[in-house]
């Protein structure tokens, strides 16, 4: 009988969060966070050189994006890596994160490996930075792909936590800000050396990320 109480209330409290979501994103926020200033962004990070990539309007107009960056950087030794950032100052129904477990199957890549990654970001206080790894493949093609979400003043992994805080945020502050930042790079060769240059260029643009998201504030 206990069991059964007890998994009735699990039931209870996920309707509830599942109710107050809906009911939270489907409102204006009236409390908005200025556009992030992700102009700021360097085109030089270390040895890495950025173009632009503009998105075509049709994908700019189905993501719905307030704010957004897509570069291809090459370094010296004709490296790519790939910086999406996707910002919304209000995420409600039909308009959110799009994550990357959706977008590149739905391009017709295939998740064939998963995992977290953790990035030092400073030696004196041992700060990390912990973000998703996914490795897709098309044929014979792969792409390694590191992210992570912003919601608010917090960097997390998990898009599950991510709604949760989403909720919270917008019933205490109401605010559904949120971003994507995406650092993608096709899998030639070893993948510890991929991922030894996607960490490094992430550890080089992670202040300008902080600036331009918080300005003083921590992302």
């Given at each position: 009988?206990?069991?059964?109480?007890?998994?009735?209330?699990?039931?209870?409290?996920?309707?509830?969060?599942?109710?107050?979501?809906?009911?939270?994103?489907?409102?204006?926020?009236?409390?908005?966070?200025?556009?992030?200033?992700?102009?700021?962004?360097?085109?030089?990070?270390?040895?890495?050189?950025?173009?632009?990539?503009?998105?075509?309007?049709?994908?700019?107009?189905?993501?719905?994006?307030?704010?957004y960056i897509q570069r291809k950087y090459v370094d010296d030794d004709n490296r790519i890596l790939w910086l999406y950032?996707?910002?919304?100052?209000?995420?409600?129904?039909?308009?959110?994160?799009?994550?990357?477990?959706?977008?590149?199957?739905?391009?017709?890549?295939?998740?064939?490996?998963?995992?977290?990654?953790?990035?030092?970001?400073?030696?004196g206080n041992h700060e990390s930075l912990r973000v998703n790894r996914l490795i897709f493949q098309k044929d014979e093609?792969?792409?390694?792909?590191?992210?992570?979400?912003?919601?608010?003043?917090?960097?997390?992994?998990?898009?599950?936590?991510?709604?949760?805080?989403?909720?919270?945020?917008?019933?205490?502050?109401?605010?559904?800000?949120?971003?994507?930042?995406?650092?993608?790079?096709?899998?030639?060769?070893?993948?510890?050396?991929?991922?030894?240059?996607?960490?490094?260029?992430?550890?080089?643009?992670?202040?300008?990320?902080?600036?331009?998201?918080?300005?003083?504030?921590?992302?």
């Amino acid at each position: 009988m206990a069991i059964v109480q007890k998994r009735y209330w699990i039931v209870f409290g996920f309707l509830i969060v599942a109710i107050a979501y809906q009911h939270v994103l489907s409102r204006e926020s009236c409390l908005l966070s200025e556009h992030a200033e992700l102009q700021g962004i360097p085109y030089q990070v270390g040895s890495w050189r950025g173009a632009d990539q503009p998105m075509e309007q049709p994908i700019l107009d189905m993501l719905g994006l307030d704010a957004y960056i897509q570069r291809k950087y090459v370094d010296d030794d004709n490296r790519i890596l790939w910086l999406y950032v996707g910002y919304y100052r209000n995420q409600r129904q039909g308009k959110g994160i799009h994550s990357p477990k959706h977008c590149y199957p739905g391009a017709g890549w295939s998740l064939v490996g998963k995992g977290i990654e953790s990035i030092p970001l400073d030696a004196g206080n041992h700060e990390s930075l912990r973000v998703n790894r996914l490795i897709f493949q098309k044929d014979e093609a792969k792409q390694v792909v590191l992210y992570w979400l912003q919601s608010g003043d917090r960097i997390m992994h998990s898009e599950y936590t991510q709604r949760i805080y989403l909720v919270l945020d917008a019933i205490r502050f109401n605010r559904t800000d949120g971003a994507l930042v995406k650092i993608s790079t096709p899998l030639i060769g070893d993948l510890s050396e991929v991922l030894e240059y996607q960490k490094g260029f992430i550890k080089h643009i992670y202040p300008s990320l902080q600036r331009s998201f918080s300005g003083d504030r921590r992302l």
